[in-house]
């Protein structure tokens, strides 16, 4: 069972990269419960500004002689449901280590 838990760790921490303000992937066993809670909530408030963005951007309509404007939209959702993407897969790694860790 400790092995596949690490092993979602560190298949999280290849997916998720790093980034300033967070949690590194491999710090997921050393950090404190608190500032587990902390980065599950701040990765949840991402997610749903990801979502919203997507959304948003999904309602967008151009002109029809703007060059490649639904293109445009096109690549910029496809952008941000990677990065959603993204996001879950860390926020499931995160609960793992904090279901772990944190009883």
Do not use: Y
């Not at 303000?21 to 902390?38: K, P, Q, V």
């Not at 703007?66 to 445009?72: Q, R, S």
């Amino acid at each position: 069972m400790r092995t596949l838990q690490n092993a979602i760790v560190a298949t999280v921490a290849v997916l998720a990269g790093c980034s300033s303000g967070r949690i590194n992937a491999t710090n997921f066993e050393t950090a404190s419960c608190h500032d587990l809670d902390n980065a599950v909530g701040r990765n949840s408030k991402e997610i749903s500004a990801a979502a919203i963005n997507r959304g948003k951007v999904g309602k967008l309509s151009f002109p029809f002689w703007v060059p490649a404007g639904p293109k445009l939209v096109s690549v910029i959702k496809d952008r941000q449901t990677a990065n959603i993407a993204k996001l879950q897969a860390e926020q499931m790694g995160l609960g793992a280590a904090r279901k772990q860790r944190c009883r």
